[in-house]
């Protein structure tokens, strides 16, 4: 709750792509820091893996996963996507790898595997990423719909991968 009711203040001052990666390395490293913890700190580091996680997921009006699925994923495969794909690998890994290797080997492995998919989202995220894309449509009649609302055929909107925009655009 801190985290959620702070997390708009903050996303006024600060991109998401520096909030999310920032929220992931606060839980990938209280992670780490589970595995050398007394147990008696567990309780404290639990706060701040949930700061670390609202900070990651939490936006204001939605969570930030969902706001980037949106606007990079086909609407028809939004469900499913929400369904947080990636949790059906480190789920299951968690469990494993508790019962196998132990919880501080565990909260290694996961650290490592957060960390490892930080580094990936930065890489893969360019670092200006504008919600409203300047864009054409030569595919469409110009007394389309989409084109009227728009008011010419080259304009910018808050851009999704939709049935009138299957790809990013490209300079042209």
Not at 129 to 146: S, T, V
Not at 155 to 161: D, E, K, N
Request: aromatic content about 6%; some cysteine.
């Amino acid at each position: 709750m801190v985290a959620a009711v702070g997390l708009p203040r903050l996303l006024d001052t600060i991109p998401d792509r520096v909030a999310m990666p920032g929220g992931a390395a606060l839980l990938a490293g209280g992670t780490l820091a589970a595995a050398a913890l007394p147990s008696f700190w567990l309780l404290a580091l639990w706060f701040v893996l949930e700061l670390g996680y609202s900070r990651a997921q939490t936006p204001p009006a939605a969570c930030c996963g969902v706001r980037l699925i949106r606007r990079t994923g086909l609407r028809s495969t939004l469900p499913s996507l929400r369904s947080h794909a990636c949790w059906l690998v480190t789920y299951p890994l968690a469990g494993w790898a508790g019962a196998e290797i132990g919880l501080p080997a565990t909260a290694i492995t996961l650290a490592v595997l957060a960390g490892a998919a930080i580094a990936i989202a930065l890489a893969v995220w360019p670092a200006h990423d504008p919600q409203e894309l300047e864009h054409g449509h030569d595919n469409l009649p110009a007394d389309h719909p989409h084109l009227s609302e728009a008011g010419r055929l080259r304009h910018a909107h808050a851009f999704v991968i939709d049935d009138l925009h299957p790809a990013w655009p490209t300079k042209d």
